[in-house]
């Protein structure tokens, strides 16, 4: 029994009955909220009962809920040994008897009131969109002063998703969410900023969210893409099969080809952009491997198949910007790629061939093949966006590899400081 307060004096234990009947005593806690004992008993409602659904027939469902939002959550009734058992220890004044009751934890998840109706459904909320306006609407709520004008001042810079044509999924909203190019999230530090990656969100709950689309890629460029990309919005299972005894694309680019064509509608139009701009950006890469300096007016010259505005988009991003977010002088000759711009690409590389994938498993073999690299120059960068890595051994026709798995919360590599390794 942990307590605040040791007691002055030996006690007796007594197992007892929670207020003379046999339930549990419940014991909540919230996910996705740190929310204050007092304020969530003033603002909230709290109610019980046992669960009337074939997933929870054999658990007590509790409800707390306010006038935007509402928290759900189920314990189970049967013993399970493999759980730990809580336990409420009570003691009156004056008493040497220090009763024990059963407790059962809730841990409440919170769900938009205008989709409670879905909380039997889903015990999750399982999109980033969802779990933004959750944490929107908890700081509306339960939030300061302080971070009510922050939430606010953020909305305001949001062109709301509500204004623009909708596409049916995760990635066809964050490509045709336009927001300001460079926006790093608000829990990057200043460590962090230094990295050589693309805009990251270190407390994302899905892989989806940990590199948004919406910081990778602006409206701008994405319209542009849209033309070329038809072949991949018009592609069957037999384009693909055809594009793979062909050596069409490269493994990274197939393998996303193999997820586009499950998608159909506005969902495969949008993952058709984002294979596109894989194939964009290793083209350019390819080019930056054998031009030493990078000019605009030349890459355009060579890279026909770009459109214009994504030509310009990765000088921006790759060439002409440097660690600190400023922009370079362009060179008459064209300007170079510092060590921190190249793997910035490399980088910008693999998150999309994640994206592409649906952040399924990869192999660093396919990485390392695309982009002419050695396997453990692979495993470095994909270990930098924050990939976990497991080894595989050799099978016949496969070399001994690793296969990488993108986890969150974002896990990634503590930065060094100080002068080069001796």
């Known amino acids: 029994v942990n307590m605040a307060q040791p007691l002055a004096k030996k006690v007796k234990l007594q197992l007892g009955d929670a207020d003379g009947n046999n339930d549990p005593i419940p014991l909540v806690r919230f996910r996705q909220a740190e929310v204050e004992t007092k304020k969530a008993n003033a603002l909230l409602k709290f109610r019980q009962h046992v669960g009337n659904e074939p997933s ?37 004044a004056g ?11 809730f841990a409440l998840q919170p769900v938009l009131k205008k ?24 700081t509306e ?16 810079n949001q062109l709301k998703a509500d ?6 999924s995760v990635i066809g909203a964050a490509l045709t969410t336009s927001i300001a190019e460079g926006t790093m999230s608000n829990v990057t530090d200043q460590a962090d900023k230094q990295r050589p990656i693309p805009p990251f969100n270190k407390k994302a709950e899905v892989p989806v969210d940990a590199y948004p689309l919406k910081t990778l890629i602006s409206h701008r460029d994405a319209k ?12 069957t299972l037999e384009d693909v099969a055809k594009w793979k005894q062909t050596n069409k694309h490269c493994g990274m680019v ?17 993952h058709a952009r984002v294979l596109q701009y894989l194939v964009e950006l290793l083209k350019f890469y390819n080019y930056t491997k054998r031009n030493r300096f990078i000019k605009k007016s030349e890459v355009q010259e060579t890279l026909k198949s770009v459109a214009e505005e994504v030509v310009g988009s990765m000088m921006d991003k790759f060439v002409l910007t440097d660690s600190s977010g400023q922009r370079t002088a362009v060179s008459s000759r064209g300007n170079g790629m510092s060590k921190r711009q190249k793997h910035l690409l490399i980088h910008y590389i693999l ?27 692979a495993r470095e960068h994909l270990r930098a966006i924050g990939c976990k890595l497991k080894s595989v051994s050799a099978s016949p026709g496969v070399p001994a590899h690793h296969v990488a798995v993108l986890k969150v919360p974002l896990e990634l590599p503590q930065v060094r400081s100080g002068g080069p390794r001796r």
């Open 56 to 92: 929870t027939q054999h658990s007590h469902v509790m409800v707390a809920e306010s006038d935007s939002i509402a928290y759900h959550g189920a314990a189970s009734l049967l013993p399970n040994p493999l759980k730990p058992t809580y336990l409420v220890a009570r003691r009156r």
């Open 95 to 105: 008493s040497d008897t220090l009763k024990l009751y059963t407790g059962a934890v």
């Open 115 to 138: 989709e409670s109706h879905l909380a039997t459904q889903s015990k999750e909320l399982d999109s980033g969109d969802k779990v933004q306006q959750a944490r929107q609407d908890l």
């Open 141 to 156: 709520t339960f939030g300061g002063k302080k971070k009510k004008a922050a939430l606010h001042a953020v909305v305001r």
């Open 163 to 168: 204004t623009l044509a909708p596409m049916g």
């Open 224 to 235: 542009a893409l849209k033309e070329a990309s038809q072949e991949f919005s018009r592609a």
């Open 254 to 270: 197939l393998d996303g080809c193999q997820v586009l064509v499950t998608k159909s509608g506005g969902s495969k139009k949008m």
């Open 351 to 377: 998150v999309f061939a994640l994206h592409a994938r649906n952040f399924q498993s990869m192999s660093t073999l396919a990485p390392a093949s695309a982009l002419g690299i050695s396997s453990t120059e």
